[in-house]
């Protein structure tokens, strides 16, 4: 009964990391700022730091099922 949320959060997780990931990424490639009026370096490594501990929650919720 349990595993059903744990299950959902950690897709939600696991799909948004993902996404900010490969949005990161793409962005960095095409040398285009990741969020307007900041430091490229520092926005770069802010959403790159917060899709990993969207990925890493993520997988915490999955192995606790």
């Known amino acids: ?3 059903g949320p744990a299950i959902f959060a950690g897709a939600v997780f696991a799909l948004f990391g993902g996404a900010l990931l490969a949005w990161t990424v793409t962005r960095v490639r095409r040398r285009e ?3 307007h009026g900041v430091n490229r370096v520092a926005s770069a490594t802010l959403a790159g730091v917060v899709s990993l ?13």
Request: glycine share 10%.
């Open 33 to 35: 700022p990741v969020a």
């Open 53 to 65: 501990l969207a990925l890493g929650l993520g997988a915490y919720c999955l192995t606790r099922l």
């Open 1 to 3: 009964m349990e595993s």
